[in-house]
């Protein structure tokens, strides 16, 4: 089993349509959650970085997570074209030395 | 803020040839760089960690003879991949942190290496 799982895809959607991207992971000492975006050919830049369980807005995103469940979420609202890319999860925990684990992202398609 | 710029962006040359690729923080002081490599469709692969001024750490199956990296300060770390093969052509990406280590990785944009 892998320590994070995520749906590969390729999810495709409509414009104005709302998100949603999961990860779920089985160590529990999972601390500190991150959600990236990666164009095609770029590197993968931060969206979002939590602490712990709860949620975090930032814009047309908002960040899940349920530290019981072990399953984190990113939401994105009123989803449009250039939201089109790969979306990776990632975690870490101090136990585990800060080594951040990643899923292996879910690329997503938003038609115009 | 956060900035980490990667230098090439595309690599094309021939077999045994050695590449060197540049990674480095442009606004803050990264005291751990990270490189991945990523095949099409592949999720980010660690190949090794390095802190500044100390010798870098290899994931088990990475050749550090092979994947040569200098971490010479704290605004910059280097990846030479000697004598380099088809088999190496891939997509590495580079990653930063700052402070302490519980903060993000940031990441560079890549370098496309094509070994002919």
């Known amino acids: 089993q892998k320590e994070v799982e995520q749906d590969p895809g390729p999810l495709s959607v409509p414009e104005g349509a709302i998100v949603s991207l999961n990860c779920t992971y089985s160590n529990s000492a999972f601390q500190y959650f991150m959600w990236y975006r990666q164009y095609s050919r770029k590197g993968p830049e931060l969206l979002m970085y939590t602490y712990s369980s709860g949620n975090k807005e930032d814009g047309r995103f908002t960040a899940q997570v349920d530290k019981s469940s072990k399953y984190i979420s990113l939401f994105i609202r009123d989803s449009q074209p250039s939201d089109s890319a790969t979306y990776l999860c990632?975690?870490?925990?101090?136990?585990?030395?800060?080594?951040?684990?990643f899923g292996a992202g879910t690329r997503l398609f938003v038609k115009a | 803020g956060a900035v980490v710029s990667q230098h090439p962006s595309r690599v094309i040359c021939k077999s045994g040839t050695s590449v060197k690729i540049e990674c480095r923080s442009l606004d803050f002081q990264a005291t751990t760089m990270f490189w991945y490599r990523q095949f099409p469709k592949q999720s980010l692969m660690l190949m090794a960690t390095s802190n500044e001024g100390s010798k870098a750490t290899y994931e088990q199956g990475v050749e550090k003879d092979k994947f040569l990296i200098n971490h010479a300060s704290l605004t910059l770390s280097t990846l030479t991949v000697t004598s380099a093969h088809p088999e190496d052509s891939s997509f590495y990406i580079c990653?930063?942190?700052?402070?302490?280590?519980?903060?993000?990785?940031?990441f560079g944009d890549g370098t496309r290496l094509s070994i002919l």
């Open positions: 990653s930063a942190t700052a402070d302490s280590p519980e903060q993000p990785q940031h």
């Open positions: 990632a975690m870490s925990s101090n136990t585990g030395g800060f080594k951040t684990i």
